[in-house]
């Protein structure tokens, strides 16, 4: 009988995912539940064929010098791989895998959380509350913005950027977009298309960002970008911290200049800059985009099979490299 491939897992994922890895694989486990750095990789993958691993396992380019020379695939517990350096992998012959689709519908969930959270002021809300502040209902109380005929601007219009437009119209909000490319009528669904992002921002009065954090797209909401946007703008942020420049931001968020900001991802998580925190108008989550149980038992067993196909010597459903 041939024997089960060795495999690194470097978080702890949900039961059925652990159990799947307990019957197929010979695992050795992280103690720990948090990203492992480059030399903990470089240790814990000694004698391991592949690594199931997650945003916040340094899978730089020297966390993929520091692997084992029989390491030969990378599995992530995600959608996004911008903590892999993949031209590093694809160098190196290391193939990797990564988790589309299955934790589109729950991303998009919390833009909209967000979009509402942000712009119906729910944390200043609940904070009255809680603190035994709210003295009772006055008209002018906690005033927030309505969605309702708001022009939503999404960068970005892949999966999770459809999945938040079609919820989104639900709440009567006109759907505009720039994507690399202009998507067939039936998937835009007559949302307008912006050739250029600086177009796009001119008319978000909620500006979503929905794209990949690249070195394209680095700190992409900067300052110069932000006075583009339309007086009181809600700015939303679910793909990834990289993607906005937090002092920029901040600032805006300071004058008023953008009304409010909701913010799932940060640059250097889970280090949130300090200042969001004492911004009334910034509504904060901690990376809750994917956190369903169905989404993250779904994510787990795409990675399972993306590893499973490997070693079959079958095209996995999900490679990146
Ligand atoms: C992803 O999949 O990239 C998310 O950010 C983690 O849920």
Same mark, same amino acid.
């Not at 993306?306 to 070693?311: E, P, T, V």
């Given at each position: 009988m041939q024997s089960k491939p060795r495999l690194l897992v470097t978080r702890r994922f949900p039961g059925a995912v652990m159990e799947r890895i307990g019957r197929d694989y010979q695992a050795r486990h992280n103690p720990g539940d948090r990203g492992l750095t480059a030399e903990e990789l470089g240790e814990l993958g000694r004698g391991c064929d592949a690594l199931l691993c997650a945003p916040g396992d340094a899978l730089d380019a020297r966390g993929i010098a520091a692997l084992p020379a029989s390491v030969r695939a990378l599995a992530t517990f995600s959608v996004g791989?911008?903590?892999?350096?993949?031209?590093?992998?694809?160098?190196?012959?290391?193939?990797?895998?990564?988790?589309?689709?299955?934790?589109?519908?729950?991303?998009?969930?919390?833009?909209?959380?967000?979009?509402?959270?942000?712009?119906?002021?729910?944390? /200043? %809300?609940?904070?009255?509350?809680? *603190?035994?502040?709210?003295?009772?209902?006055? =008209?002018?109380?906690?005033?927030?913005?309505?969605?309702?005929?708001?022009?939503?601007?999404i960068l970005g219009m892949g999966r999770i950027g459809q999945a938040v437009a079609r919820r989104a119209r639900g709440f009567g909000v006109e759907i505009h977009y720039c994507n690399r490319n202009r998507l067939p009528a039936e998937r835009e669904a007559g949302a307008t298309y912006h050739a250029a992002p600086e177009s796009l921002l001119g008319v978000s009065q909620i500006f979503s960002l929905h794209c990949p954090a690249t070195p394209e797209t680095q700190r992409?909401?900067?300052?110069?970008?932000?006075?583009?946007?339309?007086?009181?703008?809600?700015?939303?942020?679910?793909?990834?911290?990289?993607?906005?420049?937090?002092?920029?931001?901040? /600032?805006?968020?300071?004058?008023?200049?953008?009304?409010? *900001?909701?913010?799932?991802?940060?640059?250097?998580?889970?280090?949130?800059? =300090?200042?969001?925190?004492?911004?009334?108008?910034?509504?904060? $989550?901690?990376? $809750? %985009?994917?956190?369903?149980?169905?989404?993250?038992? *779904?994510?787990?067993?795409?990675?399972?099979?993306?590893?499973?196909?490997?070693?079959?010597?079958?095209?996995? =459903?999900?490679?990146?490299?």
């Open positions: 791989y911008d903590h892999i350096d993949v031209e590093a992998a694809r160098t190196r012959g290391l193939a990797v895998f990564n988790t589309p689709d299955v934790l589109t519908d729950a991303t998009a969930e919390i833009a909209l959380l967000l979009m509402l959270g942000a712009s119906r002021r729910a944390w /200043e %809300g609940q904070r009255m509350l809680r *603190a035994g502040d709210w003295t009772g209902w006055t =008209p002018t109380q906690l005033l927030g913005r309505g969605l309702s005929s708001k022009r939503l601007g992409f909401l900067d300052r110069e970008r932000i006075a583009l946007l339309p007086p009181d703008p809600i700015v939303i942020n679910t793909a990834r911290g990289a993607v906005v420049d937090d002092a920029a931001l901040i /600032e805006a968020l300071r004058s008023g200049r953008v009304a409010a *900001a909701g913010l799932d991802v940060f640059e250097d998580e889970p280090d949130v800059n =300090p200042d969001y925190l004492s911004l009334p108008n910034a509504y904060l $989550l901690p990376h $809750l %985009g994917s956190a369903t149980v169905e989404a993250r038992n *779904a994510m787990g067993l795409l990675a399972l099979d993306n590893l499973d196909a490997f070693f079959a010597g079958r095209e996995p =459903p999900a490679r990146v490299v």
